[in-house]
């Protein structure tokens, strides 16, 4: 294995790897820290951890156990991956993740950049936009869980790290590999050595990854891995494709909890398709009136592509954590959604989506397959995941996807169309 890779959770793990098999590498995505050895031909293997919002001494132990399992399959270099619209708070998780696997792999320097241009993250002068919008007009300011309030990602990992913050601006990106690795040594000497990189472009992206090729430990969404396939193979040390995807055949469905704009839009394009959709109420599920069962029950009888959600507007979901407690909503959903994937995949469920971080975290965790295959992109950031003989999956962090993502994700998952 060249690269090791430590997703803070499921769906951005399998966003990283569809860049990483576009790059020409053999990926295998694997849920949680595997018990066994790797299979010798596994290029890059990305352990996908439910980290990003547990407390921070358990996120900072998972990810070194991850570390430990990556550095003995022989990997050269360790790549941590978070979301691309930075989601933390101040106590973590990102920055003490990041100062553990530093300390860990003797790392001086390291990059920070979560962009992701193909999908609107872009970073320019330490702030991150989504769009032609700052982090903190995005949407993202009301996340239930990791409300991103300021969009200077300087300050923002200032307040969850001990090391001092640097920063590589556009000019010097644009410059190329030599002066990003010049400006992070001269970052490093003045007591910055964690520096937000800037990048607007794909090939930003590519220089950061070319001046990271010797060091031990990069961190960044999935965009910062656009570089890193290139320099194992100028080194002689990656060849060739991964193997062609194989479609399955079979019925389809979608779980969907994430509240996110894109996905409300996904939600509305589905229904005005004429789709089979039931939506799930938060209230009934905490007092037990709605079940997996009965969720699953309604899917399975349903022709076309059933959707069963649960995508209310922020405000509605605050509201309904303010009663309750955001931990006993989000455990709830979350077990919900996963015993919901386990009997509509018992009952013959052959390619399922799932829409939402915590959303797909749970119901990977509920399927526990094990190991995910990456395949082809379904759309910029989700690929097609092949988890045995008979099951794939699509998991679709909230945000991202076009407004007909859930067709266009059945047939891809079926074999019938490849997304360009």
């Given at each position: 294995?060249l690269?090791?890779?430590?997703?803070?959770?499921f769906?951005?793990?399998?966003?990283?790897?569809?860049?990483?098999?576009k790059?020409?590498?053999r990926v295998v995505?694997?849920c949680g820290i595997p018990?066994?050895p790797?299979?010798?031909a596994?290029?890059?293997?990305?352990?996908?951890?439910?980290?990003?919002?547990?407390a921070?001494?358990?996120?900072?132990?998972q990810?070194?156990?991850?570390?430990?399992?990556?550095?003995?399959?022989?990997?050269?270099?360790?790549l941590?991956?978070?979301?691309?619209?930075?989601d933390?708070t101040?106590?973590?998780?990102?920055?003490p993740?990041?100062?553990?696997?530093a300390?860990a792999?003797g790392?001086?320097?390291?990059?920070?950049?979560?962009?992701f241009?193909?999908?609107?993250?872009?970073?320019?002068?330490?702030?991150?936009?989504?769009?032609d919008?700052?982090?903190s007009?995005?949407?993202?300011?009301a996340?239930?869980?990791?409300?991103m309030?300021?969009p200077d990602?300087?300050r923002?990992?200032a307040?969850?790290?001990?090391?001092g913050?640097?920063?590589?601006?556009?000019?010097?990106v644009w410059?190329?590999?030599?002066?990003i690795?010049?400006?992070?040594?001269?970052e490093?000497?003045?007591?910055?050595?964690?520096?937000i990189?800037?990048?607007?472009?794909?090939?930003?992206?590519?220089?950061?990854g070319?001046?990271?090729?010797d060091?031990?430990?990069i961190?960044?969404?999935?965009?910062?891995?656009?570089?890193?396939p290139?320099?194992f193979?100028?080194?002689?040390?990656?060849?060739?494709?991964p193997?062609g995807?194989?479609?399955?055949a079979?019925?389809?469905?979608v779980?969907?909890?994430s509240?996110?704009?894109?996905?409300?839009?996904?939600?509305a394009?589905h229904v005005?398709r004429?789709?089979?959709?039931?939506e799930?109420?938060?209230?009934?599920?905490i007092?037990?009136?709605v079940t997996?069962r009965?969720a699953?029950?309604w899917?399975?009888a349903?022709?076309?592509?059933?959707?069963?959600?649960?995508?209310?507007?922020?405000?509605?979901?605050?509201?309904?954590?303010?009663?309750?407690?955001?931990?006993l909503?989000?455990?709830r959903?979350?077990a919900?959604?996963?015993?919901?994937a386990?009997?509509?995949?018992?009952g013959?469920?052959?390619r399922?989506i799932?829409?939402?971080?915590?959303?797909?975290?749970?119901?990977?965790?509920?399927?526990?397959?094990?190991?995910l295959?990456i395949g082809?992109?379904i759309?910029?950031g989700?690929p097609?995941?092949?988890?045995?003989?008979?099951?794939v999956l699509?998991l679709?962090?909230?945000?991202f996807?076009a407004?007909?993502?859930?067709?266009?994700?059945?047939?891809?998952?079926?074999?019938?169309?490849?997304?360009a």
């Amino acid at each position: 294995m060249l690269l090791g890779c430590i997703g803070d959770d499921f769906t951005g793990s399998s966003d990283l790897g569809n860049t990483l098999v576009k790059g020409g590498m053999r990926v295998v995505q694997y849920c949680g820290i595997p018990d066994a050895p790797a299979d010798p031909a596994v290029a890059a293997g990305i352990v996908a951890l439910k980290t990003r919002s547990v407390a921070p001494e358990e996120a900072v132990a998972q990810s070194l156990r991850a570390l430990d399992w990556l550095r003995a399959q022989g990997c050269r270099q360790i790549l941590f991956k978070y979301c691309s619209t930075f989601d933390s708070t101040p106590r973590g998780n990102i920055g003490p993740v990041a100062e553990a696997l530093a300390d860990a792999l003797g790392a001086g320097a390291v990059i920070f950049c979560p962009a992701f241009p193909a999908t609107g993250r872009t970073v320019y002068q330490g702030h991150l936009f989504v769009g032609d919008r700052l982090l903190s007009e995005s949407g993202m300011e009301a996340h239930p869980l990791t409300p991103m309030t300021d969009p200077d990602l300087r300050r923002c990992l200032a307040a969850q790290s001990r090391r001092g913050i640097g920063h590589v601006p556009a000019a010097t990106v644009w410059a190329g590999a030599p002066a990003i690795r010049a400006r992070l040594a001269e970052e490093a000497r003045a007591g910055r050595p964690f520096a937000i990189a800037d990048a607007i472009r794909d090939e930003d992206l590519v220089a950061l990854g070319m001046a990271a090729e010797d060091m031990p430990l990069i961190t960044g969404g999935s965009g910062i891995a656009l570089g890193l396939p290139a320099n194992f193979r100028r080194r002689g040390l990656l060849a060739g494709q991964p193997a062609g995807w194989r479609g399955q055949a079979g019925r389809a469905a979608v779980l969907s909890g994430s509240c996110s704009r894109a996905t409300r839009g996904q939600v509305a394009q589905h229904v005005a398709r004429g789709e089979p959709r039931l939506e799930i109420d938060p209230e009934a599920v905490i007092a037990g009136q709605v079940t997996p069962r009965a969720a699953a029950d309604w899917a399975l009888a349903q022709p076309g592509l059933p959707l069963v959600y649960s995508s209310a507007d922020p405000q509605a979901v605050r509201a309904v954590q303010d009663r309750h407690g955001s931990d006993l909503v989000a455990h709830r959903l979350e077990a919900f959604f996963a015993e919901t994937a386990r009997l509509l995949v018992a009952g013959g469920v052959t390619r399922l989506i799932t829409a939402g971080g915590e959303t797909s975290g749970a119901v990977v965790e509920g399927l526990a397959p094990g190991a995910l295959e990456i395949g082809p992109e379904i759309a910029p950031g989700v690929p097609a995941m092949r988890a045995g003989d008979r099951l794939v999956l699509a998991l679709k962090s909230g945000n991202f996807g076009a407004p007909d993502f859930f067709a266009a994700a059945a047939a891809v998952l079926a074999g019938e169309t490849v997304a360009a």
